[in-house]
Structure formats: C-alpha cells, structure tokens
C-alpha cells in the first residue's frame, strides 16, 4: 500500500490541477460572453502573443546573441529595427487583403511561415544569416495587425471594443511576457533552443485561426455577449450605429462634407484609401500619440532586461522576474483602459475613449521617471508597475476610437497605413535606443539609463496629441457614421 501512495498522490494533484483548469475555462467563457465568443478572443489575443514573444526574446537573448555572434547592442538594435521596417512596408499589402479577401485564411497560412521563419532563426551561423530569417519574418507578421483590427470590427459592436481590446492586447502583453521569462531563460542555456520554442505553438495556432468562422463584413451579425440583449441600434441587415455615432447624432454634430464617403469604398484603390485615411483628422492624432508610445515600448522590450540587471544589480533569472511582475500591471492597465473608456462612452462623454487615453499618457513620464534613477529593484518596482500600468492603459480605448472614426469598409487599409506611420517611429527605436546608449551616453549602465530618460519625452508629448485631438473627434465620429449609411 504504501508504494501506491506516491502514484496516487501524484493522480490526485494532477487531478486537482485539471478540474481547477477546467473550471478556470469555464469561467473565462462566461466572462467573454460565451464560446463563440471566448474562442475568437483568446485566438486573435494569442497571435499577438506570438508576435511579442518573437521581439521580446531578441531583446531577453541580447547578452548571449552578442557573445554568440560576436555583435554590438547597435547591432542587436538593427535586428529588432529591420524586422519592424519590413514589417510596416509589408502591411499595406496585408491592408488590402484584409478589405478584400477571406481574413481567417489568409491569417493561418502567413502563421505557418512565421513558424518557418522562427526556425530559420534558430539555424542561423552568422550575423547575417539572422538578419534575413528577420526580415522574411517581419514580412509574414506584417498580416496581424490590419487583419485582427478588421475581424474586431467585424466581431464584435462598438459598445464594447475598448473592452475587447483589453482582453486581446493581454494577449500580447503575455507573449511579451513569455519572451522575457521562459524564452530569455532558454536563451540563457541557448539562444537557438529559444527561437525554436517559439516555432512549435506557431504551427499550433495556424489550426485554431483556420477554424474560425469569417464574420460579415461592415459591422453586420456581430457576435453578441450570451448574457445579454442586442442593443437598440444592432441591426444584422446594416452597420450598427455606435454609441460614439449615436451620441454625434443625438447632439447634432454634422459631418464633414468633403470626407463623406457615397460609393464602396472597396473599390478604392491602395493609394486613394492611404490618401483619404489620411486626411481624417484624428486618426493622424490617434496614429502620432500610438507611434509615441510604441517607440518607447520597443526600447523596453529590447534593452529592459539588460538595464534591470546593470541598474539594480541582479542576475538574468531576477531581472526576468521582475520584468515579469511588471508585466502584471501591464496587463492590469490594458484591461481597464479599454473598460474606462466604453464606460464614459456609455455615460455621455462621448470623448470618453480619449479622455482615458489623455490621462494615461499624462501620468506615464511621470511615473517612469523615479525608476530610471534609483538602484535598489524595490524601490523602482511600485513605480515601474505604476508607469506601465498607464502606458499599457491607453492602448485600447484607442484602438477602439480608431474604429470610430473610419468606415467600416477601409478598417483593414486604415490599420496597415496606421501601422506603417507608426512602425516607422518604432521600428527605430531600438537602434536609436542602442546607438545613443553606445555613442552619445558611453554605453553601460549609464548610457541606457539616460538613454531612457531622454526617450521620455516622447511620451509626454503623446498627451499633447491626445488632448489635441479631442477636439476633431466628435466631427470624424459623425463623418464615419454618414460614411457607413451612405
């Protein structure tokens, strides 16, 4: 008897472990409104987290990558720089297909030649061998951004995207996440093993997304929460009016004349759509103050680990963690940010969406700042996971007054030309953070820190923007709206 104790303790633990799984799913489905519901989220949310655990373990694996490959942090910089400029010029093709073609498909097959690419990665001899596996890679991640943007449009109602948002940006936040910790821990041991884990849920994934259903198009037949009833404005046979749009309506806020849109817009072609996205006010407003943040961002993700080691003296395996724990308020802000701004939007405030975003933006250089200059882990950690709580809290409800803003029809075109500008400010990032820590600063901890502090300021003048645009919203809310009836 007593042999078998072992066995069946280990049985119960592991049985305990499942039901806990089991009940977990099953709360996560109700939370999302259901399983058609939770199934869209939780896969669109981990395509996004396959794109962040690809950059964020370039940036964990930065030591062992220059020893193994005989590189510069400016080198390690020009890896995580060209694959994000290839990627933007590769979204607007993307852009085009997601306005055009069936989204589902097209997204698993670029999926499977991400896993291609990640192996590629890992079989690289030399500097410029990993160079060209990350330009074939930023080509073929290039697809998620205008395709995911399409498919929440087409998903789910305007009364609830911020909220949606949130739960798919923790997607990438959790990759981001998993790029750090597990993937940087791998890279420890080796930097090939760690690109090659990230190739095995690749393959995975391109099933999940084939099997998902493609919505209707113009905000038609959106998947709505089990719980709940479909609002007044709902209507299967047209595009639902927004609460945004309604309130424009309500308060009698007119189009602008010039941008209203009579004939489908799909008939646009690459350069009249990049042409028209931008002239819409806002939306240039929206893509500067994203770009802002993003910048700063891709600077974390590349050099973060190594500045925590440097900073507060601690070893890689505590630095993962620590970046870990961060990455909780991250994922904190993410959900809010997107509840926040549908919650004044269904208020009354119908700049709520902005308004969450503008405080965000306001409080995140000033959080941030303390933490650069102190060198013990714990008195940065309260102001770190503050800081990114606001970084990571405007992200949302933007993504959601982006769709707002824009018809329907040319959502899949305006994210590629949105990420295109704004991937052109981030994909610079990391050699610009590189190459100033290394040539203006003197490299070394020093030189990151200040380095940090300096990119700052782009950050607060993201908050700028934000409470700039406010002013236009409203208008390009109700030109959207005319756009789509008409």
Same mark, same amino acid.
């Given at each position: 008897?007593?042999?078998?104790?072992?066995?069946?303790?280990?049985?119960?633990?592991?049985?305990?472990?499942? &039901?806990?799984?089991?009940? /977990?799913?099953?709360?996560?489905?109700?939370?999302?409104?259901?399983?058609?519901?939770?199934? $869209?989220?939780?896969?669109?949310?981990?395509?996004?987290?396959?794109?962040? &655990?690809?950059?964020?373990?370039?940036?964990?694996?930065?030591?062992?990558?220059?020893?193994?490959?005989?590189?510069?942090?400016?080198?390690?910089?020009?890896?995580?720089?060209?694959?994000?400029?290839?990627?933007?010029?590769?979204?607007?093709?993307?852009?085009?297909?997601?306005?055009?073609?069936?989204?589902?498909?097209?997204?698993?097959?670029?999926?499977?030649?991400?896993?291609?690419?990640?192996?590629?990665?890992?079989?690289?001899?030399?500097?410029?061998?990993?160079?060209?596996?990350?330009?074939?890679?930023?080509?073929?991640?290039?697809?998620?951004?205008?395709?995911?943007?399409?498919?929440?449009?087409?998903?789910?109602?305007?009364?609830?995207?911020?909220?949606?948002?949130?739960?798919?940006?923790?997607?990438?936040?959790?990759?981001?996440?998993?790029?750090?910790? $597990?993937?940087?821990?791998?890279?420890?041991?080796?930097?090939?093993?760690?690109?090659?884990?990230?190739?095995?849920?690749?393959?995975?994934?391109?099933?999940?997304?084939?099997?998902?259903?493609?919505?209707?198009?113009?905000?038609?037949?959106?998947?709505?929460?089990?719980?709940?009833?479909?609002?007044?404005?709902?209507?299967?046979?047209?595009?639902?009016?927004?609460?945004?749009?309604?309130?424009?309506?309500?308060?009698?806020?007119?189009?602008?004349?010039?941008?209203?849109?009579?004939?489908?817009?799909?008939?646009?072609?690459?350069?009249?759509?990049?042409?028209?996205?931008?002239?819409?006010?806002?939306?240039?407003?929206?893509? &500067?103050?994203?770009?802002?943040?993003?910048?700063?961002?891709?600077?974390?993700?590349?050099?973060?680990?190594?500045?925590?080691?440097?900073?507060?003296?601690?070893?890689?395996?505590?630095?993962?963690?620590?970046?870990?724990?961060?990455?909780?308020?991250?994922?904190? /802000? $993410?959900?809010?940010?997107?509840?926040?701004?549908?919650?004044?939007?269904?208020?009354?405030?119908?700049?709520?969406?902005?308004?969450?975003?503008?405080?965000?933006?306001?409080?995140?250089?000033?959080?941030?700042?303390?933490?650069?200059?102190?060198?013990?882990?714990?008195?940065?950690?309260?102001?770190?996971?503050? &800081?990114?709580?606001?970084?990571?809290?405007?992200?949302?409800?933007?993504?959601?007054?982006?769709?707002?803003?824009?018809?329907?029809?040319?959502?899949?075109?305006?994210?590629?030309?949105?990420?295109?500008?704004?991937?052109?400010?981030?994909?610079?990032?990391?050699?610009?953070?590189?190459?100033?820590?290394?040539?203006?600063?003197?490299?070394?901890?020093?030189?990151?820190?200040?380095?940090?502090?300096?990119?700052?300021?782009?950050?607060?003048?993201?908050?700028?923007?934000?409470?700039?645009?406010?002013?236009?919203?409203?208008?390009?809310?109700?030109?959207?709206?005319?756009?789509?009836?008409?």
């Amino acid at each position: 008897m007593a042999k078998q104790s072992g066995p069946s303790l280990l049985s119960g633990i592991a049985a305990l472990a499942g &039901a806990a799984a089991e009940a /977990g799913a099953d709360r996560l489905t109700v939370a999302l409104g259901g399983r058609e519901r939770a199934r $869209v989220i939780v896969v669109l949310a981990s395509i996004l987290a396959l794109s962040a &655990a690809d950059v964020s373990t370039v940036g964990a694996a930065a030591t062992e990558l220059r020893h193994g490959l005989h590189i510069s942090n400016t080198d390690i910089g020009l890896l995580v720089t060209t694959t994000s400029i290839v990627g933007a010029i590769a979204t607007l093709p993307f852009g085009v297909l997601a306005d055009r073609v069936r989204r589902t498909a097209t997204l698993s097959i670029t999926i499977l030649l991400w896993a291609a690419a990640m192996l590629w990665s890992a079989t690289a001899g030399n500097f410029h061998d990993l160079l060209l596996a990350r330009i074939f890679l930023g080509a073929v991640t290039a697809s998620a951004g205008p395709m995911i943007a399409s498919l929440v449009g087409d998903y789910f109602g305007g009364w609830e995207r911020g909220r949606i948002y949130g739960y798919i940006l923790t997607g990438e936040l959790l990759g981001a996440g998993f790029g750090f910790a $597990v993937s940087g821990d791998i890279a420890a041991l080796s930097w090939r093993a760690a690109f090659v884990i990230l190739a095995i849920p690749a393959l995975v994934l391109a099933v999940f997304v084939a099997r998902l259903p493609e919505p209707r198009r113009g905000g038609r037949g959106v998947l709505l929460h089990e719980s709940e009833e479909p609002p007044p404005e709902h209507d299967d046979e047209g595009p639902h009016e927004t609460d945004a749009q309604r309130l424009a309506r309500e308060r009698g806020i007119q189009p602008d004349p010039e941008l209203v849109l009579h004939d489908d817009p799909r008939r646009m072609n690459l350069a009249e759509a990049t042409r028209y996205v931008l002239r819409i006010r806002t939306n240039i407003v929206l893509i &500067a103050s994203s770009a802002c943040g993003y910048y700063f961002l891709a600077g974390v993700q590349t050099f973060g680990v190594e500045f925590a080691k440097e900073q507060y003296g601690v070893g890689q395996a505590l630095a993962n963690i620590l970046l870990l724990v961060i990455g909780i308020g991250a994922v904190g /802000g $993410v959900l809010a940010g997107g509840a926040v701004g549908d919650r004044l939007l269904h208020r009354g405030r119908l700049n709520g969406r902005l308004y969450a975003a503008i405080g965000a933006a306001a409080l995140t250089p000033v959080l941030f700042g303390p933490a650069l200059f102190t060198r013990s882990a714990g008195g940065a950690l309260p102001y770190l996971i503050a &800081a990114v709580f606001v970084l990571s809290a405007q992200n949302p409800p933007l993504d959601a007054a982006r769709l707002d803003i824009v018809p329907p029809l040319l959502w899949g075109r305006a994210e590629a030309v949105r990420t295109l500008l704004r991937s052109a400010a981030q994909a610079l990032a990391p050699l610009l953070f590189g190459a100033v820590s290394d040539y203006l600063f003197g490299g070394g901890r020093t030189g990151l820190q200040w380095t940090f502090a300096v990119m700052l300021v782009p950050l607060a003048a993201s908050a700028y923007l934000l409470f700039r645009g406010r002013r236009t919203y409203p208008r390009d809310v109700a030109t959207a709206a005319a756009s789509a009836n008409g």
